[in-house]
């Protein structure tokens, strides 16, 4: 599975922006997706991520109430609507997928996940 972010960009504080994560090689229904960032000089970091369906989701809570991530089947792709950004959220996002069916919990874990997309730049200025 190969997967290709895109969508980052510099924008404002308190502006919107979408990251969408594009599959391919195989479908990505049953996989769970996932969301990731990691600024300059930190580690790596969970932000959000889903299972199977949409409606089984996980979210940091730096992000809760602020960011989204849906995924449109049809299209083997990932989305993650970002709201109110702040120069907190500056980072490097990478999406990613894994062929586990993890519980809710767990879906943070970098190990639960085997394919890793490039990342995408966000740049939030103040």
């Known amino acids: 599975v190969q997967l290709q972010a895109s969508g980052g960009g510099l924008v404002q504080a308190g502006d919107s922006l979408t990251l969408s994560c594009v599959a391919s090689?195989?479908?990505?229904?049953?996989?769970?997706v996932g969301w990731f960032r990691q600024a300059p000089g930190n580690e790596r970091e969970f932000v959000a991520a889903?299972?199977?369906?949409?409606?089984?989701?996980n979210y940091a809570d730096s992000v809760k109430g602020r960011f989204t991530i849906s995924r449109d089947n049809r299209k083997n792709t990932v989305y993650l609507q970002m709201k109110s950004l702040t120069p907190e959220d500056t980072a490097a996002y990478y999406c990613?997928?894994?062929?586990?069916?993890?519980?809710?919990?767990?879906?943070?874990?970098?190990?639960?996940?085997?394919?890793w997309g490039q990342g995408t730049l966000v740049t939030v200025s103040s």
């Open positions: 990613a997928a894994g062929r586990r069916n993890p519980a809710l919990s767990a879906m943070s874990l970098e190990r639960m996940y085997d394919y």
């Open positions: 090689g195989d479908t990505i229904t049953t996989y769970v």
């Open positions: 889903s299972r199977i369906t949409s409606t089984t989701a």
